[in-house]
């Protein structure tokens, strides 16, 4: 890995990339993802992952935001990525991760002769300011078009460094995370730095299979640490798929992504005995994990804050600190959160305050043993008359019902109301609800004003973004077409 690694990077030098130039890394999971990234680490370049199969019109937006002087691409992206820097009037070098006629690819890079002593002698430019930008990330983009989160080497170093509860050290790794997000960039330093052996599967192919054959995945390669969004456990207890495929290996299970219930994390513990559920709670702006449980953490919370880290919970309205209990905006101060949105002074402002303290936008709690728990996006609320409903506290009850296997509920507009709830549902295969037993449901469990107004729509499959996470967005464009 070290010399191929290093390879990549003599070559990278010889075509002229210099310390602070950006590398666009535009690729799903195979054995050399690592290469370019490394390489570009090694030469001080600004890495600046990307999606590995995108449209024209996402490639020209990858390329506006970052301006890369290279992008390392999947084949299959090339014809798009090369309009779109015909368009973006940028003069890019390209290099093709598999075979193209008339590229450069990886493949060339690795097969060049070099002297081994170039390889024995090599030195990795010097970073002097570790505040100084390592890559750029995309934020995850469900509430728009994604922006470039700029991360320093002290974040990058921060989010390698194992932590106690949720470390891989010697485990063996099932990785489904693409580098385009933060988690998938860092987890693959970390594995490497924890000795841990990774079993590597597409994002394509991730994406084609049902919840069982990554069970079976699990069961058949002895995998020992699995990291996942909320809709992975919610699978394996609605559709019973641990008689088939118990995943005995497994020790740890970590979660991330969204509220995770006292309920369901009660109930998925009592069914895997040998494995430790641990919900966590982070996101890219900050740097990555902000806050995990540990071994005496109560169900349902995100655990205690990490090392290096404070929060304070706010009220919305007058910014005050809030005490114990008390819901309000998270927010998060440490020298590992980003720098700022590249290119976007106006939306960095409205994120870091003058005190350096990001403001999340994300609804929670801690308790007087200093648990954080996680009741949802200020985005995600839904304005009743003056009323702010959670999306989750619905959809939480909702799922209470054994046919239902996910719900997202999403404000409709309304003229005098403002906005009126609506559910969408998901439901087990093989089983049957309807929309008078939901509502009485959500009618017998919440106060009046959280009664889906709105209306209740079943859907085949929930619409979600490339992490797992539900594409509010897209729902929520469905059912103002739906009202309409």
């Not at 570009?40 to 024209?56: G, R, T």
């Not at 002895?222 to 456990?233: A, L, M, N, Y």
């Not at 019973?240 to 994390?265: A, C, D, H, R, W």
């Amino acid at each position: 890995m070290r010399e191929r690694s290093i390879k990549c990077a003599l070559w990278l030098r010889k075509n002229g990339i210099q310390k602070g130039d950006k590398i666009g890394i535009w690729t799903d999971n195979h054995i050399d993802t690592y290469i370019p990234v490394f390489a570009s680490l090694y030469v001080a370049a600004v890495i600046c992952p990307w999606d590995y199969e995108v449209s024209k019109g996402t490639a020209r937006y990858g390329l506006s935001l970052t301006s890369p002087k290279m992008v390392f691409v999947d084949a299959k992206s090339v014809e798009n990525l090369m309009e779109a820097a015909k368009e973006e009037n940028l003069e890019v070098k390209v290099v093709v991760i598999g075979n193209l006629p008339g590229f450069v690819s990886l493949t060339d890079i690795l097969q060049d002769q070099v002297v081994q002593s170039e390889i024995d002698e090599f030195r990795c430019t010097t970073v002097n300011n570790p505040h100084d930008t390592a890559m750029i990330c995309p934020s995850s983009g469900t509430t728009g078009m994604p922006k470039g989160t700029e991360l320093s080497y002290v974040s990058l170093y921060n989010s390698i460094t194992p932590i106690e509860e949720v470390n891989m050290i010697n485990e063996v790794l099932l990785s489904i995370s693409t580098i385009r997000w933060h988690c998938g960039l860092c987890l693959m330093f970390e594995l490497i730095m924890s000795n841990a052996k990774c079993v590597i599967i597409p994002d394509e192919y991730f994406q084609e299979k049902e919840t069982a054959e990554i069970c079976k995945i699990i069961q058949d390669y002895k995998v020992t640490w699995f990291g996942c969004d909320i809709s992975f456990p919610s699978r394996l207890l609605k559709y019973n798929i641990l008689q088939e495929y118990p995943m005995s290996s497994l020790k740890k299970l970590v979660i991330t992504g969204g509220p995770f219930t006292k309920k369901t994390q009660e109930a998925i513990a009592k069914m895997m005995p040998h494995t430790q559920i641990l919900n966590c709670y982070g996101l890219t702006d900050a740097g990555g994990l902000c806050a995990s449980q540990a071994k005496n953490s109560k169900p349902g919370s995100c655990g205690f804050v990490t090392k290096g880290i404070q929060i304070k919970v706010i009220d919305e309205k007058t910014d005050k600190a809030l005490g114990p209990n008390k819901s309000g905006e998270l927010c998060i101060k440490s020298e590992f959160i980003m720098k700022g949105y590249h290119k976007n002074l106006e939306e960095t402002k409205n994120a870091i305050d003058s005190n350096g303290w990001l403001h999340t936008k994300d609804i929670a709690y801690y308790d007087e043993a200093g648990e954080i728990y996680f009741i949802s996006r200020i985005s995600d609320f839904i304005n009743y008359n003056g009323c702010k409903i959670s999306p989750t506290a619905i959809e939480g009850i909702l799922e209470i019902h054994p046919s239902v296997f996910n719900a997202a509920v999403v404000p409709v507009p309304h003229e005098t109301d403002i906005e009126h709830p609506m559910a969408f549902i998901e439901k087990v295969i093989g089983k049957e609800v309807t929309e008078e037993e939901l509502h009485n449901l959500v009618d017998n469990h919440l106060p009046n004003y959280y009664k889906l107004r709105g209306g209740i729509k079943f859907i085949n499959k929930l619409p979600r973004v490339s992490t797992g996470k539900i594409d509010r967005k897209q729902l929520k464009l469905l059912a103002k077409n739906n009202v309409n």
